[in-house]
């Protein structure tokens, strides 16, 4: 995954620029939602295999091997999507400029950024957001 050690803003000014960022970021959601379903069906398939739940079961083992690798893929996906520019983590719009969090390590919209940025500022946590 990409390190960013600075803030840093990303602004796009043309509104056709805007529309593909946009639906870029719909099919990437759309993706990622594909593969978290898929993850879970296996879940579900792994849960009603012959010995999952049954400790001395010969097969027990191995499917709760696979059960953990699977809950770990699902896992790093979500954290990879939650620390994305594919939407804010505040007010979860998807069409907005973004601003990177660069002590917090997430992108958040430029207000919600703002906005938090004021709110740490009065709680006496500046250093939060640069
Ligand atoms: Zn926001």
Known sequence: MLRLKKKRTIRIK???IRKIRNELRILLQ???SSELNKLS???SKLQQSNGFWDENHPSYETLHREMRKLTSQGNNLRYAYNASILKCP???KIDKDMT???ILEKWYCVDCY???KT???KQGHPELYP
Do not use: T, W
């Open 14 to 16: 043309s509104p056709q």
């Open 30 to 32: 759309r993706a990622i």
């Open 41 to 43: 069906d296996e879940e």
């Open 90 to 92: 505040v007010c979860m």
């Open 100 to 102: 990177f969090n660069p």
């Open 114 to 116: 703002e906005d938090n």
């Open 119 to 121: 709110f740490q500022i």
